[in-house]
């Protein structure tokens, strides 16, 4: 009776702990945990039963067989079966799975391969962190916890963006960036491919887009604070990808059942472009060169701006039509997606407004302003791309004027533009700048590696995004997108830093039920999606650890209020120069700053250890974060 009782409760601790243990991105919709663990070994098997699920089997062995070191076979059956069903379930759709893990065995069923290949990324994440290795890992008991799940998107549109205009990405970390995004659930890949700063796309017909618009001069330091191009200056800067570079990106893609959306930005952003063929822009400024990221713009906020360069195409001109066509012409047959980027965003009108061209042609077709003459020329691109079978999608700015008549868009700078595109009956991708900019700040600027950003989206923002606003249809919205702008971002190594954890939140807000979310609970997943990017060699930010300060004024004494990001943490500071550790200051109300030289130095713990960055804040910094302004300034 003693024996049976002590097995009992093993089993229960066993099942107890493997429940504790599930840290599933993005949350299944449905998940019931049971008992017992299923033991990978080296007599393990993956069965594919019908042809069409054979390239997730071979795929889920090679992941495998990485870090356990194992050879497992894969054959029609196996211990772990994937299988397609017959008659389709309808709940699944496309994208869906159920997952039966047992002690005996795992069986992974889905309409479609691409379900076989989510429920492969969901058994991943039941298997310890080091199963995301690329090199055996020793020691370790590849057990996965008893579950049965359901599970299915909420958007058929799950996006992430990469700019690699601003700064080139070589095509290995392009499918590294993709590898990682692909394990999330993550299914749609916008590479914006050009932009003022540089052409990363081989057109053959047009070869100087690539001799020229691929190269800029060579710069260091701060974006933005760079030289401009000296006469005779040599471009050395250079990057693109060749049409086999890019079938072989849209393969691999694919094979993670990732659609690559591309993106050629007009009628502005197009620098690059005009830098190849002066003939494009309204200036016809043969001086024009690449921007290498020195200043070429003022801007003055809410949205005005004035160009120093002409970076515009020319919507009067037949060779812009002539040249986008060709454009079109060799890059619709790269990309299986429907979709084609063209845009639309922040383009400077003052070239086109004192243009002889522009304004006969406003005359002749009765258009009130410019904003109907972009309007114009967007109409022509979209008739453009539909003669190559694709549709239009581009940035909100694409609604001034008047939308084209099937055109999708995506709303960035905020929900506004999203819901007159839905309104108007056009579907649209929510990718709000306020929400899923990863390019922006996540934590403080003291000790974030970009210290100039315009603005901050700390991961409780993102966390809290709703891409469906109230009282619109939401068969408009196809999903929503994570952006990340690669001005200030030089390694795949510091994208992944900017990319998560924020996107392993909006994974959930892309993939699971709405009105599923809680806070401490997605930071206890986040943390071992930590674990396992470490084991899988992948960066990413632990900015939510760290101090909020903020600093306020009153009856003439300056205050520091501490808040975080993480429920239980402890806050330690000081003010005497000391670095602050649990044994300094513990913070429980607003610090009153001392006058003079006085620094904050602030640091988190979490159960008597160190969690977050010390932040250390003059006071002078302190003042501005009132609005003051010091003698610094």
């Known amino acids: 009776m003693r024996l049976f009782s002590l097995l009992f409760v093993s089993t229960l601790l066993s099942s107890i702990v493997s429940a504790q243990n599930i840290a599933i991105i993005p949350q299944p919709v449905s998940l019931q945990t049971l008992k017992g663990n299923f033991r990978l070994t080296t007599q393990t098997t993956i069965g594919y039963g019908q042809t069409a699920g054979r390239p997730v089997a071979d795929m889920l062995a090679a992941r495998l067989n990485a870090p356990t070191g194992y050879h497992l076979k894969v054959q029609r059956q196996g211990l772990i079966q994937l299988h397609l069903n017959a008659k389709p379930n309808a709940t699944l759709g496309n994208e869906g799975y159920t997952l039966d893990v047992t002690a005996q065995n795992v069986r992974i069923t889905a309409n479609e391969p691409a379900g076989l290949f989510y429920g492969v990324q969901t058994l991943l994440q039941l298997f310890p962190p080091g199963i995301e290795s690329q090199t055996p890992v020793k020691k370790v008991v590849w057990n996965a916890p008893a579950v049965r799940i359901t599970d299915y998107p909420r958007f058929g549109w799950r996006g992430m963006m990469l700019d690699v205009s601003r700064h080139f990405f070589s095509k290995e970390d392009v499918k590294r960036y993709i590898d990682r995004m692909a394990r999330y659930k993550y299914n749609v890949f916008h590479w914006h491919l050009t932009d003022d700063n540089g052409w990363r796309i081989e057109i053959k ?101 004035k160009m120093l360069v002409d970076n515009s195409m020319n919507p009067s001109s037949e060779q812009v039509y002539a040249f986008l066509d060709k454009v079109f012409t060799e890059m619709a047959p790269l990309f299986p997606n429907a979709y084609v980027h063209v845009g639309g965003d922040e383009c400077y009108h003052g070239y086109w407004e004192n243009d002889p061209g522009c304004k006969a042609l406003m005359e002749k077709e009765g258009l009130k302003n410019t904003h109907e003459l972009q309007s114009y020329f967007m109409k022509r691109v979209e008739k453009i791309l539909q003669s190559k079978g694709k549709k239009m999608i581009g940035w909100d700015e694409i609604l001034e004027g008047g939308l084209a008549p099937e055109a999708a868009v995506m709303s960035w700078r905020g929900l506004e533009g999203g819901i007159e595109a839905a309104k108007l009956g056009h579907n649209v991708v929510m990718t709000p700048n306020d929400y899923v900019y990863t390019d922006l700040l996540q934590g403080d600027p003291i000790v974030e590696p970009d210290q100039t950003s315009y603005k901050r989206v700390r991961l409780t923002k993102t966390f809290e995004f709703e891409p469906v606003p109230d009282n619109i249809d939401p068969k408009y919205i196809l999903g929503g997108q994570a952006n990340l702008w690669s001005e200030k971002v030089l390694t795949i190594r510091q994208a992944e830093y900017m990319t998560y954890p924020r996107a392993w939140a909006l994974a959930d807000t892309y993939w699971s039920a709405k009105g599923n979310k809680n806070w401490d609970a997605f930071i206890k997943r986040m943390e071992r999606h930590m674990e396992r ?84 804040l003059p006071r002078a910094e302190l003042l501005r974060r009132t609005g003051k302004q010091t003698d610094d300034d």
């Open 205 to 305: 017909s047009l070869p100087n887009l690539t001799k020229t618009g691929a190269c800029r001069v060579q710069r260091y330091g701060k974006w933005g604070q760079y030289e401009a191009p000296k006469p005779g200056e040599p471009a050395t800067d250079c990057g693109f990808y060749t049409q086999d570079d890019i079938r072989e990106v849209v393969a691999y893609a694919a094979e993670r059942y990732v659609t690559i959306l591309p993106e050629v930005d007009v009628p502005g952003h197009s620098m690059a472009a005009i830098a190849s063929y002066p003939e494009l822009c309204c200036t016809k400024d043969t001086s024009i060169r690449v921007n290498p990221g020195s200043k070429f713009a003022e801007w003055y906020g809410n949205g005005q701006f």
């Open 533 to 616: 990017s470490d084991a899988a060699g992948c960066n990413y930010a632990r900015s939510a650890y760290d101090a909020i300060v903020t600093a306020t004024e009153k009856d003439g004494k300056l205050f520091a209020s501490v808040a975080t990001e993480i429920n239980g943490l402890d806050v330690y500071y000081t003010l005497n120069e000391a670095l602050p550790d649990s044994y300094t200051l513990h913070y429980t109300q607003p610090v009153e700053i001392p006058e003079g030289p006085v620094t904050l130095k602030v640091i988190t713990y979490r159960d008597g250890k160190p969690v977050g960055k010390m932040i250390a």
